[in-house]
Nanobody, 123 residues
Framework: VQLQASGGGLVQIGGSLRLSCAVS????????VGWFRQAPGKEREFVAA????????LYADSVQGRFTISRDNAKNTVDLQMNNLKPEDTAVYYC?????????????????WGQGTLVTVSS
């Protein structure tokens, strides 16, 4: 499975960005895709993810109500719409894919990772 993240950039506080993850190489429905982020000097953390075929979606508490994950099965893409961005959202954002039935929030469940896209939120 190959993942390609895009859409990062510089945005002002309160602004919006939409990240996109293009998934290729295996049947899109065989894996559940999620987003993680890593801020400078910090560990990589869970942001949002699909729970597989059940339709379940999970968000980190820090982004709940501001971020929305969505997918387009026809295009094999998973997007992350980020609204009301804050300075603490500044990080490199990664999309990743895991086999169904594994822990959604645990980055160790994810076998495949994209290269990351930088989001910088400033005043």
């Amino acid at each position: 499975v190959q993942l390609q993240a895009s859409g990062g950039g510089l945005v002002q506080i309160g602004g919006s960005l939409r990240l996109s993850c293009a998934v290729s190489g295996r049947t899109f429905s065989s894996y559940a895709v999620g987003w993680f982020r890593q801020a400078p000097g910090k560990e990589r953390e869970f942001v949002a993810a699909f729970g597989g075929s059940s339709g379940l979606i999970l968000y980190a508490d820090s982004v709940q109500g501001r971020f929305t994950i969505s997918r387009d099965n026809a295009k094999n893409t998973v997007d992350l719409q980020m609204n009301n961005l804050k300075p603490e959202d500044t990080a490199v954002y990664y999309c990743a894919a895991r086999p169904p039935g594994t822990r959604i929030r645990d980055l160790r469940s994810y076998d495949y990772w994209g290269q990351g896209t930088l989001v910088t939120v400033s005043s």
